[in-house]
C-alpha cells in the first residue's frame, strides 16, 4: 500500500485547491472530469483500469490506477480530504454502492453518483449520496423532446418544469413582449433572446422579436412542448 503514500502528497495538495476527485473514468467520469479540468477545477481521476488510467495521464492534474472499494487506498489517496467526490462508476453497480457508502462514511461533504438503473439510483439515494444522476435516462427524455419537437435546445430542470430554445414563432413578432399575451395564453415566459447571429441577450417587456430571432423559454413542460409546436 505504501505505493499510495507518493501520490496522496499531490492528492493531499490537489484537495486545499478548487478540486474534485473523479472515481471511473469511462465516457462519462472521462467527460465530466475533462470539462472541470477546462473550467478551472482541479480533478484527481481513480480508475483500475490501466488503459484508462494512461490515456487520461496529464490530462488531469493527477491520475492514480487504483481499486476505490477498498477505504484505506481511498485514505491513502487523500480522498477523505476532498470536498466533492463524483462516483462515475456505472456497470458494477456493487462496486457504485461500495465506494459511496465508503465515501459517506468519510463524511465527504458532497457527493455525486452516477446510477444506470432506478433501482441502483434508489439505493445511491437511501445510502444518503448527496446527489444522484442518471446521464443515459436524462439524455433519453432530452433527445426525445428534441427529436419530437421544434426545439434546438431543451433542458427539463425538475420533472414538471423545462427550458427550451426555439424560434420565435410569428405570433409574438413585432410587438413588445409585455404587451403579448405569452404568460397568460400559454404560460410561458421568454427569458432571453438572440436577434440573427447576434450575442444572447436577457428578454424583458420592451424587447421587440423579429422574424429569425431564437428566444429561450421556460415554463411546465407541457406549455413548453406546447409552445415549441407554434409556427
Ligand atoms: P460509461 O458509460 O461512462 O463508460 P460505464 O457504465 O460503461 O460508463 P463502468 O464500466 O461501469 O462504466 O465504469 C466506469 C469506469 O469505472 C470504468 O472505467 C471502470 O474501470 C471504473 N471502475 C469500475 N469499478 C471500479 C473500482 N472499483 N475502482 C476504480 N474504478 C472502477
Do not use: C
Request: without cysteine; hydrophobic residues 45%; glycine residues 10%.
Amino acid at each position: 500500500m505504501a505505493r499510495f503514500a507518493l501520490f496522496g502528497d499531490t492528492s493531499r495538495r490537489i484537495a486545499e485547491a478548487d478540486s474534485v476527485a473523479v472515481i471511473g473514468l469511462g465516457r462519462f467520469g472521462s467527460a465530466l472530469a475533462l470539462e472541470l479540468m477546462a473550467a478551472g477545477t482541479e480533478v484527481l481521476g481513480i480508475d483500475m483500469d490501466d488503459d484508462l488510467v494512461q490515456a487520461h495521464n496529464g490530462e488531469l492534474t493527477q491520475v492514480v490506477r487504483a481499486d476505490s472499494t477498498k477505504e484505506e487506498v481511498l485514505r491513502q489517496l487523500a480522498v477523505d480530504e476532498f470536498d466533492r467526490v463524483v462516483v462515475a462508476i456505472g456497470a458494477d453497480v456493487q462496486a457504485s454502492i461500495l465506494t459511496s457508502s465508503i465515501l459517506l462514511g468519510m463524511k465527504i461533504p458532497v457527493i455525486w453518483a452516477k446510477a444506470v438503473t432506478e433501482q441502483h439510483g434508489r439505493i445511491l439515494e437511501q445510502l444518503g449520496v448527496h446527489h444522484v444522476v442518471y446521464p443515459e435516462k436524462d439524455m433519453g427524455r432530452r433527445v426525445a423532446h428534441l427529436v419530437r419537437g421544434a426545439a434546438m435546445d431543451y433542458l427539463e430542470i425538475e420533472r414538471g418544469y423545462a427550458l427550451a430554445r426555439i424560434a420565435s414563432p410569428a405570433s409574438i413578432l413585432g410587438v413588445p413582449l409585455g404587451r403579448t399575451t405569452i404568460r397568460r395564453e400559454h404560460g410561458i415566459t421568454v427569458t432571453a433572446f438572440r436577434a440573427g447571429q447576434g450575442v444572447w441577450q436577457n428578454a424583458d417587456n420592451e424587447t421587440v422579436l423579429s422574424e429569425g430571432d431564437q428566444i429561450l423559454i421556460v415554463g411546465p413542460t407541457d406549455r413548453v412542448e406546447a409552445f415549441a409546436q407554434l409556427r
